[in-house]
C-alpha cells in the first residue's frame, strides 16, 4: 500500500486493525523474538516454553536441517556441518576472519561473502541466518495465529554498511518485511527507558557472543537520541572461551586438531567460562580424539587470561566518551546488555571506569539477554502504528565514516561517523587529466586515512563527461544514509548532468531472482495455500488503500484539479470492481495503479501536514 | 514553514551567531518528531520519501548551526563573503608563528599529560577567536573579516583533531 493516510502522529489510521509487529535479536549464540502484547513487551516462547533460539543451524543429508537446541545437541559430532555464530561472517571475506583456522569449517572464500561448504553445498551467513529468522517467525505467526505485518531486527552499532545490508537480505529471505534495522544497543536502551521513565544521558555496554558495542543515549520527553557509538565488532564472548580453550590446551600439552575436537573444546570452554561466573573454581572436561581434556580453573585465572579482551572494552568506552563531547558528570547510568556481561570482572571494571567519573548506576535488571529483543518489540510496535501516543522516536546514528577514494589512496570522507540519520550530504571533486570522459567512483568506510585500511563497500563509473581541461569538470558526488542506516551514492557532472547511481549492495553470489527462487522454495511459504493466502492478502489491502483514499480525498480534495479527481476515482472504481472477484494479480496491479496515480496527491498532503505542524510548532514556542 | 527555507527560520532561531545550544537542541528534537520517517512508517512509500526529505534536511540545518565554524560560514556566505578556503590562503605573520609553536610542541610532547596541556592551551585560544568571531557576526557586521577569522579558526580545529588522534594513539 503506498497511499499517505494523514492522521494523529503514531496512531493507527483504521483503528480496528492491529498489526502484529514483532522484534528480533538476532544473535551470535542466541536469537529472540518478541511483541508487544496489551501495552507490555514480551518474549514470545517456542513450544517447550523456552525463549532462547540458539544460533545453530545443521545440514543433514538431502533437503533436512536442524536450527537450534536440536542442532546445537549435535555440534560436536557434526561441527563441519554445524554453523554455529555464523553472525561472525555477516558480510565478511575470509581475510577478515581473525580466528578461521580454529574454527572446524571449511571456508570458500567468495565475492563479497564467506561461505562454508556443507552437505547441502555453500551456505552464506546470510542463508544460516535466514534459517534461524524463518525459525522465529513461524514462532511468532504461531503464538499469533496470525501473519506478520513486519519485524524490527537488531544489529550490532558497529555493524558497517555490508554486514546490515546481509542482515536485511537474510530477512527479506526469511519472508519477513523488514520495518526497520536498530541497533542492539539502542533497543536496549528503549526497553530501559521506557521501563524507567528517565531521562538523560546513559550509556549501554554491550557485550554478546561475537561483537561489542557501546553507545551513549540522549533521553528526553520519549525521544531516544543517540549521541555516539563505537565498539568491536570481532569481540565478544566467544573471544573469551577461544582464549581459554586455547590455555587448556597449553596447559595440558594436547591439541585439537579435527572439527569435531575444535567445536568440543569451543563448547566446553563457554560451558566452564559461565560456570566461573558463580563459582570461583570449574573444571574444563571435553572428550577429545585422543582421549579426555581435564583442566582445572579458577575465576582469577581466567580473568587474568582475559584481560586483555576486557581492556579492549574499556579502550572503545573511553573513545565513545571522548567523541561524544558530553560532560561526564551528565552521565546517569550504564545499561549492561549481552550474556557475556554476566561475567563478575566485565561488571566490576565498567563500575570501576564509571566510578572514576562519579555517581554512575550500573543497571542489570532486565534480563541481558531478552533486552535487545524486547526494545526492537517496543520499536516495531511503534513503527507498525500501534503505539497509543506516538511519542517514542528513535535518532540514531551511522557508527562509521564514510567517503570516497581520492588520488593516491586516500580516503575523502563525506559523512562523518556519529552523524544523525537519515542524513545526505554531497561534494565536488574534479577530473584529473585533460579530455577525461569517465570517473571511477569507489566507496569506502572506515575511520582510516588509506583506502587500503577502509572497508570498501562498492565502485562504480561516471561515463560520459564530455572532454574539458583537467580540474573543470564539476562532479558531484551525493551519498544517502536511510533510516536503516543503509546507503545509496550517486554521482553528476552538473555542467552536462550525466548521472550515475548505485545503491551499495555487497554482491556474495545471491542475485534477486535466486532470493525470489529460494522463497518459493522453503522459507516463506512453508505452511498454507499460497494462493488463496494471497487473494486474501489482496483483498484486504485493495479494501485498506480504498478506505485510506475516500478519506483523503475527503479530507484534502481541494487539492486536487478536476481532471487528476476524475483519473482517480477511475482507479478506484476499478480496484473496488477487481476486489470483488478472485483473480489476486489483477486486484495488485488496480490497487498498484491507484498508489501510483495518487502519489503526487499524497506528496501534496504529506508537505501540507507537515508545514501545518511545524507552523503549530513555532506558534507554540513564542 | 517551507522545506527550502534558511536554517534560522525552519529552527525559529535568530539569525545571528549567538546561540543557545540547548534551545537548538530541543527545536531539533521537535522538528524531527514531527517529521521522521517513522512517523509515518505504515503509509507507503510516497510519505516515507518526502518525510525523509524533511528529515534530512533538519539534520543538515541541525548539523550546521550547532557546529559554530559551520555556522559562522553559513552566516558570512547569507551576508555575501563566502569563506573559500581553498582560493584564500594567506594568514597573517603572528597567526602562522603560532601555528608552528604548536606543531612543534605536539611533535614534542611525549605523554598523555604534555597533549593534554596542549589540547587545554588550544582550546583557549579557540574560545578567544571565537568570541572575536562573534563579536564580528553580531555586533560589527563585518562579514569580509569574519570570513578570514573563519579560515583562521579552520586551521585551528584541523589541529585540535590531530591533538585528537595522537591523544587516542597514546592511549592504546
Known amino acids: 500500500m503506498s497511499l499517505l493516510q494523514i492522521s494523529e502522529p503514531g496512531q493507527a489510521p483504521d483503528p480496528h486493525q492491529r498489526r502484529i509487529a514483532v522484534g528480533i535479536d538476532l544473535g551470535t549464540t542466541h536469537s529472540l523474538v518478541a511483541a508487544v502484547r496489551h501495552g507490555v513487551p514480551e518474549c514470545l516462547p517456542d513450544l517447550q516454553g523456552r525463549v ?33 555464530s555464523a553472525k561472525r561472517f555477516m558480510g565478511r571475506r575470509l581475510a577478515d576472519l581473525k580466528s578461521a583456522a580454529q574454527l572446524p569449517y571449511d571456508f570458500v572464500d567468495q565475492p563479497g561473502m564467506v561461505a562454508v561448504r556443507t552437505r547441502q553445498g555453500l551456505k552464506t551467513a546470510v542463508e544460516v541466518s535466514a534459517e534461524i529468522l524463518a525459525t522465529l517467525r513461524q514462532r511468532a505467526e504461531d503464538s499469533f495465529d496470525d501473519e506478520l505485518f ?20 537474510a530477512a527479506q529471505l526469511a519472508g519477513l518485511e523488514v520495518l526497520r534495522l536498530i541497533n542492539e544497543p539502542t533497543a536496549a536502551a528503549l526497553a530501559y527507558g521506557l521501563d524507567h521513565g528517565s531521562e538523560g544521558l546513559y550509556a549501554v555496554y554491550d557485550l554478546g557472543g561475537g561483537t561489542f558495542d557501546v553507545s551513549l543515549l ?41 572439527p569435531q575436537d575444535k567445536g568440543a573444546l569451543q563448547m566446553a570452554a563457554r560451558r566452564t567460562r559461565e560456570a566461573l561466573t558463580d563459582h570461583a573454581q570449574a573444571t574444563l572436561h571435553c572428550p577429545l580424539d585422543d582421549g579426555d581434556l581435564r583442566v582445572d580453573v579458577s575465576r582469577e585465572q581466567l580473568e587474568t587470561l582475559t584481560r586483555p579482551l576486557l581492556d579492549r572494552t574499556l579502550t572503545a568506552l573511553r573513545k565513545v566518551l571522548r567523541d561524544a563531547k558530553v560532560p561526564r558528570d551528565e552521565m546517569l547510568g550504564v545499561v549492561m546488555v549481552g550474556g557475556a556481561t554476566r561475567m563478575p570482572a566485565v561488571r566490576r571494571a565498567v563500575a570501576e571506569f564509571f566510578g572514576e567519573q562519579g555517581t554512575v548506576r550500573v543497571l542489570t535488571d532486565v534480563n541481558p539477554d531478552e533486552v535487545v529483543a524486547l526494545g526492537a518489540a517496543i520499536q516495531a510496535n511503534a513503527l507498525a502504528g500501534n503505539a497509543k501516543d506516538g511519542q517514542m522516536l528513535l535518532l540514531d546514528v551511522i557508527p562509521l565514516s564514510l567517503g570516497i577514494e581520492t588520488m593516491g589512496g586516500l580516503v575523502e570522507r563525506i559523512v562523518e561517523r556519529n552523524t544523525t540519520i537519515p542524513v545526505a550530504k554531497a561534494q565536488e571533486f574534479t577530473t584529473y587529466q585533460d579530455g577525461q ?18 572497508r570498501s563497500l562498492a565502485r562504480f563509473e561516471l561515463r560520459g563527461i564530455p572532454p574539458m581541461a583537467a580540474g573543470v569538470a564539476r562532479i558531484r558526488v551525493s551519498f544517502q544514509v536511510d533510516a536503516d542506516g543503509l546507503l545509496s551514492v550517486s554521482a553528476v557532472e552538473t555542467g552536462s548532468g550525466v548521472q550515475a547511481h548505485v545503491v551499495v549492495k555487497p554482491s556474495y553470489g545471491l542475485g534477486d531472482d535466486q532470493v525470489t527462487q529460494m522463497l518459493r522454495e522453503g ?23 480504498l478506505l485510506a483514499t475516500r478519506s483523503a480525498l475527503q479530507a484534502d480534495g ?11 476515482d477511475a482507479l478506484m472504481e476499478r480496484l473496488q470492481t477487481l476486489a470483488a472477484g478472485e483473480d489476486h494479480d489483477a486486484i495488485n496491479a488496480a490497487a498498484e495503479a491507484l498508489a501510483k496515480g495518487t502519489e503526487e496527491f499524497a506528496a501534496a498532503r504529506m508537505n501540507r501536514g507537515i508545514r501545518q505542524a511545524l507552523a503549530g510548532r513555532s506558534i507554540d514556542d513564542v | 514553514m517551507n522545506i527550502d527555507d534558511d536554517d534560522f527560520t525552519l529552527f525559529a532561531l535568530p539569525e545571528r551567531f549567538a546561540l543557545d545550544a540547548q534551545q537548538l537542541d530541543r527545536r531539533w528534537r521537535e522538528l524531527q518528531a514531527e517529521v521522521h520517517p517513522d512517523r509515518f512508517a505504515a503509509q507507503g512509500a510516497a ?9 534530512v534536511r533538519v539534520n543538515q540545518a541541525y548539523q550546521r548551526l550547532k557546529d559554530p565554524l559551520k555556522r559562522a560560514a553559513y552566516l558570512c556566505e547569507r551576508r555575501g563573503a563566502p569563506i573559500e578556503a581553498e582560493r584564500n590562503t594567506a594568514m597573517p605573520r603572528e597567526f602562522l608563528l603560532q601555528q608552528m609553536a604548536w606543531r612543534e610542541a605536539l611533535d614534542e610532547a611525549s605523554d598523555g599529560a604534555s597533549v593534554q596541556a596542549l589540547v587545554n592551551q588550544v582550546a583557549e585560544h579557540e574560545q578567544g577567536l571565537l568570541q572575536r568571531l562573534r563579536a564580528l557576526l553580531d555586533e560589527q557586521g563585518d562579514a569580509a573579516a569574519a570570513a578570514a577569522q573563519v579560515r583562521a579558526l579552520m586551521f585551528v580545529a584541523r589541529f585540535r583533531n590531530d591533538l585528537d588522534d595522537r591523544l587516542e594513539s597514546l592511549e592504546q
Open chain 1, 150 to 169: 513486519g519485524a524490527v531486527v537488531t544489529v550490532p552499532a558497529y555493524f558497517d554498511d555490508a554486514q546490515r545490508q546481509a542482515t536485511k537480505d
Open chain 1, 558 to 568: 481541494e487539492l486536487l484539479s478536476d481532471d487528476d479527481r476524475h483519473a482517480i
Open chain 1, 523 to 545: 522459507f516463506a511459504h512453508a505452511h498454507g495455500d499460497m494462493r488463496l493466502r494471497a487473494l486474501r492478502e489482496a483483498k484486504v489491502d485493495a479494501d485498506r488503500l
Open chain 1, 218 to 258: 540522549r533521553l528526553s520527553k520519549g525521544v531516544f537520541e543517540v549521541v555516539a557509538t563505537g565498539g568491536d565488532a570481532a569481540l565478544g564472548g566467544d573471544d573469551f572461551d577461544h582464549l581459554l580453550a586455547a590455555w587448556a590446551l597449553q596447559q595440558s600439552g594436547r591439541q585439537a586438531v579435527s
Open chain 2, 47 to 55: 510519505a516515507q520519501r518526502i518525510a525523509m526529505q524533511w528529515s
Open chain 1, 437 to 454: 570522459t569517465a570517473m571511477a567512483i569507489h566507496v569506502v568506510q572506515g575511520e582510516r586515512e588509506l583506502v587500503a585500511d577502509c
Open chain 1, 52 to 84: 532462547l533460539l540458539p544460533s545453530v543451524v545443521r545440514y543433514l543429508d538431502g533437503q533436512r536441517r536442524q536450527i537450534g537446541y536440536e542442532a546445537r545437541a549435535h555440534q560436536a559430532e557434526d561441527a563441519a556441518h554445524t554453523i554455529v
